[in-house]
T-cell receptor, first 113, second 114 residues
Framework: DAGVTQSPTHLIKTRGQQVTLRCSPK?????VSWYQQALGQGPQFIFQ???????QRGNFPDRFSGHQFPNYSSELNVNALLLGDSALYLC????????????FGPGTRLTVL | KQEVTQIPAALSVPEGENLVLNCSFT??????LQWFRQDPGKGLTSLLL?????REQTSGRLNASLDKSSGRSTLYIAASQPGDSATYLC?????????????FGRGTQLTVWP
């Protein structure tokens, strides 16, 4: 079992650019959530996808968008990058669309210059 | 809005000590509570999950308790080891429209020295 995987591991972008981060859930999981963790802070919920639809959304602007594919993998897109978007982006997967234990991936470290 | 607070923010202890990490949350309407471990620059590893109907969970040297009515949880680490050095995060899961959403504290950074 590969667990939750994310790509890329690290990414450097400049202000105004766009970025796409990818997540493959743990085998048997169909629900994917994305979190942003700034340095020294706890993770903040961005949104959750189940059955290819956004089920919940945290307090993030529309520059943050996502997608879930039929194989349950997911993408997080961020447009018009700001310096403040620099963070560790974490993907978590769970099973069944309802509350179940969430398993986290290793994260993608995004640096915006 | 759910807010999660963890005390202390940092803790440095010699090997062998028993430790208590504290977590408090403002809204007692939670579905469950999880404790995670995070090594520097890495993802989160789940340590213990306590359902809202439970009072405690144990795994090896770790024991977590939950008092939902007072909005508190504690993580007890017995006989600490240098390998326990990491940041420990507490997260609560909402109910109803926020089911599946985790609310995190800022964490307790633990250093155990030999």
């Amino acid at each position: 079992d590969a667990g939750v995987t994310q790509s890329p591991t690290h990414l450097i972008k400049t202000r105004g650019q766009q970025v796409t981060l990818r997540c493959s859930p743990k085998s048997g999981h169909d629900t994917v959530s994305w979190y942003q963790q700034a340095l020294g802070q706890g993770p903040q919920f961005i949104f959750q996808y189940y059955e290819e639809e956004e089920r919940q959304r945290g307090n993030f602007p529309d520059r943050f968008s996502g997608h879930q594919f039929p194989n349950y993998s997911s993408e997080l897109n961020v447009n018009a990058l700001l310096l403040g978007d620099s963070a560790l982006y974490l993907c978590a997967s769970s099973r069944g669309g309802n509350s179940n234990e969430q398993f986290f991936g290793p994260g993608t470290r995004l640096t915006v210059l | 809005k759910q807010e999660v607070t963890q005390i202390p923010a940092a803790l440095s202890v010699p090997e062998g000590e028993n430790l208590v990490l504290n977590c408090s949350f403002t809204d007692s309407a939670i579905y469950n509570l999880q404790w995670f471990r995070q090594d520097p620059g890495k993802g989160l590893t789940s340590l213990l999950l306590i359902q809202s109907s439970q009072r405690e969970q144990t795994s090896g040297r770790l024991n977590a308790s939950l008092d939902k009515s007072s909005g508190r949880s504690t993580l007890y680490i017995a006989a600490s080891q240098p390998g326990d050095s990491a940041t420990y995060l507490c997260a609560v899961e909402g109910r109803g429209s926020t089911l599946g959403r985790l609310y995190f504290g800022r964490g307790t950074q633990l250093t155990v020295w030999p």
